[in-house]
C-alpha cells in the first residue's frame, strides 16, 4: 500500500515521482527486486516506489537506502 504523500525527485535531469511502500499490502508470494542492488524486498518491508516519465508501467521498488544513492537512469 502506497502511504507517503506523492513527490517528485530529480536525479541526474530526470524527473521521478516517488511514493513509499508499506510493503504490507502484497500478496504473501509477493515479492520486487530492487534494481540498484538487486536484492529482493519482501512483503512487510517499507521502501520506496518511483516512476519517470513512462507512469506506473516504468514503476521500480527500492530498498529506501538504495533510493538515496540511485542516480538513474531506470531501465
Known sequence: MLYGAKRTENKRGVEYTVQTHSGNAAEDTKTWTCPFCRILISKGTPHVVA???????????F??????K???PML
Open 70 to 72: 540511485f542516480q538513474g
Open 63 to 68: 530498498h529506501s537506502e538504495c533510493w538515496k
Open 51 to 61: 516512476w519517470d516519465e513512462r507512469g506506473s508501467d516504468g514503476r521500480r521498488h
